[in-house]
């Protein structure tokens, strides 16, 4: 259900125990010469849109927030970016907002991976604000699905980073007409160090702070020319489907009891 669509009596009418209120957010950056700057924020709306529509949970999904966390893209024309500190203080009052009207359960689904960190902030200061019977989560979609990426993917690791084959695909999939496959570049640098990479899937036990351009010369991370509409459409459904379950899941916690006493 589209939150924003309700009317106020109605939103005073839900049953706000069993809702989950899902904020996509995203950004408006520069995705290489071949995708829209509206990448993050199509693909982040269209799983939480197909998620909501496959949970039997009472999701309701708000506009995509735009805005995201991009200072490392703004050497590339188009970007537009937040500093995390307003990204933060700006997500936490929406949050604040929903707790006011009484809604138990938040998800930030995030598009944009920078946004991780100031999101998982964004979390921390909802239960810090409140009594604990309010829960606040976050994640990258792409998180929810490595088995599926390995199985879909056709490009080694390196080839599903920024605009590369997963986005790329999944664009062709849900917006064709913002991809210009004449225009996409492969762009998999061959790294001198074993501790840092890019992909969807890299585990990186150092984090570095970069800017796109002190590695990329097109913008992109990845093997953008393998993207196919097929994958892409394989990718949203294997991403919504899962975080649908995890939306009828987390329905249901709350956090005194979302455990037992195991042994030991
Ligand atoms: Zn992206």
Known sequence: MEYARLTSPEVELLDKDGSVIVIPVAA?????????????????EAVARRAAEKATANVLVTPAFWAGCSNHHMDFPGSLSLQQETFVRTLSEIALCFVRHGFKKLFFLNGHGHNLSPLQLVARNVRDATDGSVIAATGNYWHFIPDDIRRIRESPMGGMAHAGEFETSAMLAEAPDQVQMDRAVTHMPKWKTPFFTMDFLASRPAYIAHHVSDFSPSGVFGAARLGTAQKGEQLLDAASSKIAAFLDDYAGWTLGTLYTLGEG
């Open 28 to 44: 408006i950056e520069q995705h290489g010469p071949h995708l829209s700057l509206k990448t993050d924020t199509v693909l982040a």
